[in-house]
């Protein structure tokens, strides 16, 4: 458990905006609301989640803000305790002030994710929920988001008791089995086998579901590859629908690499244009040093867009291009099919090594949806792109369940081997804990400290 503390943080973005909130959480909590904030009109006792009008006022009795409150008493909070916030004008000088006030009521500062830790330790929510509330905050597609919104409503963590609830039965046969083996108490080996079988068959489907996951929790790195002038920036900038990168007709303009994020088909991705790829000894000094980051942002991509100028003939520097995505997902992109081709298809074919290629004109935005379509097939596999079912998400989950697979794996021999009861009863626990690992039922302070680290504070 925790020291009862009452915390206290900004809950909204760094930065101005039309409101802010101050949150508070703890048992200090309804005298630190009477001491900091004066209500307009009613000034009987707090009416929980009631929104009242009112001033944040100082320790003088000078207004500090003119503001919102809402007080909502415990149980019936995010965290399980007496929760007040302060919704007040978005100036973080304003915000500031507010949050030393509260602080100097009693209030300590809050950690990061330590609302959230103490909905967890309060069992408001479990530990899947409690990293879906990070990842809610993180999403950056609406699909991102909905998968985390069906993880914060519990879909994983049902589905994950439903196979733990299995597995728990099954432990209980083994262990009167272990228990009353003087009286000749037996379980059917088969049926054991069976419903350890159907456990290990649900969860393998949640694990296939992981890559899907991973790429709707963390995004894409999409790096966009070529010879200088070949229309790469133009590219990026049409994939966003914005100028972020300078175009012109010469070449090296782009001389380091630029990142922005995009939406493809529901999935988020993050873009990079990159410097020009060609031999460095023919490059200026700057140059040289783009070319090198070029080369780092390929070995940190997930997927490259080797982009081609259709409207030319094919170069020694095209095919240093193609050569440089070696040993990585590749798209070859063959731009400006506006204009006329500058090469016979055989030679592209030849080039293309069996990769896909998608034509495009990045001037004249066409192929964009075609080659958003094909970066999200080669990343996913042919995976659904709809998902109506829980779908693992964290690497955590991914580690748990995957040694949860092999505990199953390992009773499932033993039970084939005809060992006793209580060697396969072993086995079965420790699928158990792994299972339990990710709802929080079996954890460590490290494990949650961990966790709670990566949220924000306020959260």
Not at 229 to 244: C, H, I, M, P
Not at 267 to 283: E, K, Q
Request: hydrophobic fraction near 45%; include cysteine; aromatic fraction near 4%.
């Amino acid at each position: 458990m925790y020291a009862a503390h009452t915390i206290a943080a900004v809950a909204t973005p760094a930065g101005s905006g039309g409101i802010g909130i101050v949150r508070l959480s703890g048992p200090l909590t309804a005298r630190i609301a009477g001491s900091v904030f004066a209500r307009s009109h009613d000034n009987g006792a707090w009416i929980s989640h009631h929104l009242y009008h009112g001033r944040v006022v100082g320790a003088d009795g000078g207004v500090l803000d003119h503001a919102l409150a809402v007080f909502m008493r415990a149980p019936h909070s995010y965290t399980g305790e007496d929760v007040l916030e302060l919704h007040c004008h978005g100036s973080p000088a304003v915000l500031r002030r507010v949050l030393a006030r509260v602080l100097s009521c009693g209030a300590r500062l809050a950690d990061r994710g330590e609302f959230t830790k103490r909905a967890f330790l309060n069992g408001r929510i479990d530990l899947a929920q409690a990293e879906a509330v990070a990842d809610l905050v993180r999403a950056g597609t609406p699909a991102a988001a909905d998968i985390a919104l069906q993880q914060l409503s519990g879909a994983l963590s049902q589905s994950l008791q439903q196979v733990r609830s299995r597995l728990i039965h099954v432990k209980a046969l083994l262990e009167a089995q272990i228990d009353f083996s003087e009286e000749d108490i037996s379980v059917n080996a088969t049926d054991i086998a069976h419903s350890i079988g159907d456990c290990n068959s649900c969860i393998n489907r949640l694990v296939d579901t992981y890559k899907y996951g991973r790429v709707m929790r963390e995004g894409l790195r999409v790096a966009i590859i070529g010879k200088p002038n070949v229309g790469k920036s133009s590219l990026l900038n049409a994939l966003l629908g914005q100028d972020r990168a300078i175009v012109t007709p010469l070449a090296g303009t782009t001389r380091d690499s630029i990142e922005e994020s995009a939406d493809f088909d529901g999935i988020p991705v993050v873009l990079s244009d990159t410097a020009g790829l060609r031999d460095p000894s023919h490059a200026d000094p700057v140059e040289r040093l783009g070319i090198e980051r070029t080369v780092r942002t390929i070995q940190e991509s997930d997927l490259l867009l080797a982009v081609l100028d259709g409207s030319r003939p094919l170069d020694a520097e095209d095919a240093c291009v193609l050569t440089a995505d070696a040993g990585h997902r590749a798209i070859i992109v063959l731009n400006k099919i506006d204009l006329p081709a500058g090469f016979a298809e055989p030679q592209l074919l030849e080039l293309a090594r069996g990769r896909r290629t998608v034509r495009v004109s990045a001037t004249e935005q066409l192929g964009l949806a075609e080659l958003r379509h094909a970066v999200v097939e080669e990343m996913i596999d042919g995976a659904e792109l709809e998902r109506t079912g829980p779908v693992l998400t964290n690497v955590r989950h991914l580690d748990a369940l995957t040694k949860a697979c092999e505990s199953i794996a390992l009773a499932l021999q033993s039970i084939h081997d005809g060992r006793p009861p209580d060697i396969v009863a072993v086995d079965v626990q420790d699928a158990l804990d792994h299972i339990g690992s990710i709802t929080g039922a079996v954890t460590t302070e490290d494990v949650l400290d961990r966790i709670f680290s990566e949220f924000c504070i306020g959260k």
